[in-house]
């Protein structure tokens, strides 16, 4: 079965912090996503990965920054948290491979920035 | 570029009664079209998708969408409705042949409830 991970479901940082977003998932999929929630604005995407050490920005990288050094593992970082940051933060997977082109979706984490 | 526009941010309905959950995209090319349900707090999880052929897909849950390229929609529908599908609903498009660049544009959700 299938499975994205992510290090946290609920985390509460302060503004300034450097904050670190884990996804992990175990289907060898080369391309993985880091998209925000919020109410209203659906899912917008932050950044994106098509293999290791490769990264594109999404529609709303400011502020934001990512590390993918293994294949399974995508990390989402906030340099200097600010409050404007505070969301849910979903981490998906996908194989570029045939023609399923859909996505797989961890849990979510939620964060907020006091 | 491409865009998704899900017209009902909310929409009730009473449990057994039909629901049709409506998105409408935008593209200069072909497009794959994706159903996604979010449980409350959960992820997303595929309900269906279109990538070819016949026109009307049959998903998870009972659920099913209907591809129109002419009136470029892919309207989301159940004939009876539970309880348990309470949840958020987002459709969303991936365009045609950009492999490994290809990704995935969100409408901003419609949220299903039911009530007994």
């Known amino acids: 079965d299938v499975k994205v991970t992510q290090s946290s479901r609920y985390l509460v940082k302060r503004t300034g912090e450097k904050v670190f977003l884990e996804c992990v998932q175990d289907?060898?999929?080369?391309?993985m996503f880091w998209y925000r929630q919020d109410p209203g604005l659906g899912l917008r995407l932050i950044y994106f990965?098509?293999?290791?050490?490769?990264?594109e920005k999404g529609d709303i990288p400011e502020g934001y920054s990512v590390s993918r050094e293994k294949k399974e593992r995508f990390s989402l970082i906030l340099e200097s948290a600010s409050t404007n940051q505070t969301s849910m933060y979903l981490c998906?997977?996908?194989?570029?491979?045939?023609?399923?082109?859909?996505?797989?979706f961890g849990p979510g984490t939620r964060l907020t920035v006091t | 570029a491409q865009s998704v526009t899900q017209l009902d941010s909310q929409v009730p309905v009473f449990e057994e009664a039909p629901v049709e959950l409506r998105c409408n995209y935008s593209s200069s090319v072909s497009v794959y079209l994706f159903w996604y349900v979010q449980y409350p707090n959960q992820g997303l999880q595929l309900l269906l998708k279109y990538l070819s052929g016949s026109t009307l897909v049959k998903g998870i849950n009972g659920f099913e969408a209907e591809f129109n390229k002419s009136q470029t929609s892919f309207h989301l529908r159940k004939p009876s409705v539970h309880i348990s599908d309470t949840a958020e609903y987002f459709c969303a498009v991936s365009d045609l042949g950009a492999g490994t660049a290809s990704k995935l544009t969100f409408g901003t959700g419609t949220r299903l409830q039911v009530t007994l």
């Open positions: 998906a997977s996908r194989s570029p491979q045939g023609t399923a082109y859909e996505q797989y």
């Open positions: 289907m060898d999929h080369e391309n």
């Open positions: 990965s098509y293999d290791v050490k490769m990264k």
